[in-house]
T-cell receptor
Framework: SAVISQKPSRDICQRGTSLTIQCQVD?????MFWYRQQPGQSLTLIAT?????????ESGFVIDKFPISRPNLTFSTLTVSNMSPEDSSIYLC???????????FGPGTRLTVL | AQKITQTQPGMFVQEKEAVTLDCTYD???????LFWYKQPSSGEMIFLIY??????QNATEGRYSLNFQKARKSANLVISASQLGDSAMYFC?????????FGAGTTVTVRA
């Protein structure tokens, strides 16, 4: 199984600022994703992080608000820009395993925006 | 659009007993995958079990088994011999093109 780490594990930020979340995987993976979990809610896919090209965003999410980088097959960053209290959520990185029957998540970044 | 439905917001189960968590899904695709994850209060998502749409046998992983009824589009999770550490939120998810869609989740509380 893939081992995924995220930094930071949690943060408290002021509105109007930006936070960059890092996701590191211990092996090369093709498919890498970012999810958001708002308080008391389920998970929603933000985007697919593509290596060597722009991320693919889901409906309701835009690059200006959630810019994503994927410089190689083991690393990605998600930036939450111009934050507001509505951005307070857990942000999770996810990777598809080598076998189609697996998909793993990082430990998550718990963000609070004041 | 695909949809995952978990109708049980919360459940209580006695320690050492079995509990069944319901999940139904809706898709017109023939090829898809069904996952169950456990989310304790720490927030991490722990992969429990997977069922492929073409798998004829129900998946099992230790105390977890998935009751897959394709015609009814249901993928219920059975946890046998519940333990106090099983208390958590449980999410059912369907994967299409490597993208996961999640149900609303079911909170399980195991009583001693």
């Amino acid at each position: 199984s893939a081992v995924i780490s995220q930094k930071p594990s949690r943060d408290i930020c002021q509105r109007g600022t930006s936070l960059t979340i890092q996701c590191q995987v211990d092996s090369q993976v093709t498919m890498m994703f970012w999810y958001r979990q708002q308080p008391g809610q389920s998970l929603t896919l933000i985007a697919t992080a593509n290596q060597g090209s722009e991320a693919t965003y889901e409906s309701g999410f835009v690059i200006d608000k959630f810019p994503i980088s994927r410089p190689n097959l083991t690393f990605s960053t998600l930036t939450v820009s111009n934050m507001s209290p509505e951005d307070s959520s857990i942000y999770l990185c996810s990777v598809a395993g080598q076998n189609t029957d697996t998909q793993y998540f990082g430990p998550g970044t718990r963000l609070t925006v004041l | 659009a695909q949809k995952i439905t978990q109708t049980q917001p919360g459940m209580f189960v006695q320690e050492k007993e079995a509990v069944t968590l319901d999940c139904t899904y809706d898709t017109s695709d023939q090829s898809y995958g069904l996952f169950w994850y456990k989310q304790p209060s720490s927030g991490e998502m722990i992969f429990l079990i997977y069922q492929g749409s073409y798998d004829e046998q129900n998946a099992t992983e230790g105390r977890y088994s998935l009751n897959f009824q394709k015609a009814r589009k249901s993928a219920n999770l059975v946890i046998s011999a519940s333990q106090l550490g099983d208390s958590a939120m449980y999410f059912c998810a369907m994967r299409l093109d490597y993208k996961l869609s999640f149900g609303a989740g079911t909170t399980v509380t195991v009583r001693a």
